[in-house]
């Protein structure tokens, strides 16, 4: 079973993440713990500084500071908040101290790299597709930079920001369909008074670590070394959170689910072959196969 402190911080990270998601009776069943420690460990968040707050739907969140108005759920702890978590640290036995420190700097991590970009610009464009989603309007993602080095604009109606994966999802009027845009590609964001037309298309598709939008997924399982832990999290930050030490020293253990097509991970998996063993799907062994055997062809 967690231990308390692990338990507390574990819930902020994952408020943190998920704002405006998590009531009280999830964290009950999450945690396996009675309602009455929950709300011990949210009183005792709120005893360090930190402002932990329920809406009307008593879904909770960490009030921010800021001056956007669609962004009271989006916004990192502050300086100030860090300071106070560290000195809060100080009242603990060395040893619990020691442990927690290297979960606070995995929370600091967490917030450079999971919403990671939130400068006043970012912060703009999140803001103004947040509230052209919530008024139903229509937008345009200026001088957006497709994969394939296109630039230019974009119409479309956003139906799903989503800024801890940096995605926004939203239907192409030009396109007539649906589509998956980086919010870090969007040079600005004109927010139109033009009212959605196309809400009966809208479908939010499932998004994976690798930031793919697809309803198909699979479940995967690799152990892969120090060294392509490094390449994963640095290029995919969201991956942190399905690693875990394996049995065997310096070695990690990865299980999450990602898209059926494998793109994002099929690229990790063959640019650090040495560093990685896949225990399944059997299908994703073949398709390894398949692409390697692509580059034999051509030599």
């Known amino acids: 079973m967690m231990k308390s402190q692990e338990r507390i911080l574990d819930i902020l990270l994952r408020v943190l993440a998920r ?18 420690t929950i709300k011990r460990d949210l009183e005792a968040m709120k005893k360090v500084g930190l402002e932990v707050q329920q809406d009307k739907q008593h879904r909770i969140f960490v009030v921010p500071d800021g001056n956007f108005s669609e962004l009271k759920n989006l916004q990192p702890l502050s ?4 300071a ?8 603990m036995p060395e040893k619990d101290k020691l442990y927690l420190s290297k979960k606070v700097e995995s929370l600091f991590d967490f917030q450079q790299l999971g919403l990671r970009a939130l400068r006043k610009p970012a912060l703009e464009r999140i803001d103004r597709l947040t509230k052209a989603q919530n008024q139903r309007l229509r937008v345009v993602l200026q001088n957006y930079r497709s994969r394939s080095n296109n630039i230019r604009d974009r119409v479309v109606e956003p139906f799903h920001v989503d800024p801890e994966k940096d995605t926004v999802q939203a239907y192409d009027i030009e396109q007539q369909d649906n589509r998956h845009y ?5 040079e600005r964001v004109l927010l139109l008074d033009t009212p959605w037309s196309f809400t009966t298309h809208h479908h939010q598709k499932a998004t994976d670590i690798f930031r793919i939008a697809d309803d198909n997924q699979l479940n995967i399982h690799l152990t892969i070394d120090v060294f392509a832990y490094n390449s994963l999290v640095e290029e995919f930050p969201l991956t942190r959170g399905y690693l ?4 065997t020293p310096n070695t ?14 099929l690229n990790f998996i063959m640019a650090n072959a040495a560093h ?4 399944s799907p059997e299908v994703l062994k073949l398709r390894i196969k398949a692409e390697a055997q692509q580059i034999l062809d051509k030599f």
């Open 244 to 247: 875990l030490p394996s049995s």
């Open 276 to 279: 990685i063993t896949v225990h």
């Open 79 to 82: 300086d100030a908040d860090k």
């Open 19 to 36: 704002p405006y998601h998590y009531k009280r009776k999830d964290l009950v069943q999450r945690y396996n713990a009675s309602l009455d």
């Open 252 to 265: 990690y253990d990865f299980q999450c689910k990602v898209n059926a097509d494998f793109k994002g991970l």
């Open 84 to 91: 106070t978590l560290k000195r809060a640290l100080d009242y």
């Open 182 to 186: 980086r919010l870090s590609r969007i």
